[in-house]
């Protein structure tokens, strides 16, 4: 399966941005989707992730910043991040996993990643 991620940018602080992942194939009984990011120098770290039953699960630095969401009709999940900090600057990967419930499974499937760049 193919993920094609879009929507990164430069902004400032403060303000809004929304990911889009569409996937080539249908979601709508596929596995966990997600995002993940990595920052210059750093580890790549889960971002929020969510199961084709809609559960959603947050890394404690974004929770009540970002939503995640998916539309398993357009076969896109959605990232909405709200209030962004220069911290948050980082390539957003999208992810797919085989899991349909562990939120945290390393994901098996990798799109080509979005840079956000958030200035202050």
């Known amino acids: 399966v193919q993920l094609q991620a879009s929507g990164g940018g430069l902004v400032q602080s403060g303000e809004s941005l929304r990911l889009s992942c569409t996937a080539s194939r249908s979601i709508s009984s596929s596995g966990v989707m997600g995002w993940y990011r990595q920052a210059p120098g750093q580890q790549r770290e889960l971002v929020a992730t969510?199961?084709?039953?809609?559960?959603?699960y947050y890394a404690d630095s974004v929770r009540g910043r970002f939503t995640i969401s998916r539309d398993n009709a357009k076969n896109t999940v959605y990232l909405q991040m709200n209030s962004l900090k220069p911290e948050d600057t980082a390539v957003y990967y999208c992810?797919?996993?085989?899991?349909?419930?562990?939120?945290?499974?390393?994901?098996?499937?990798w799109g080509q990643g979005t840079l956000v760049t958030v200035s202050s």
């Open positions: 992810t797919l996993s085989t899991s349909s419930w562990n939120t945290r499974q390393w994901p098996d499937y």
């Open positions: 969510i199961t084709p039953g809609i559960n959603t």
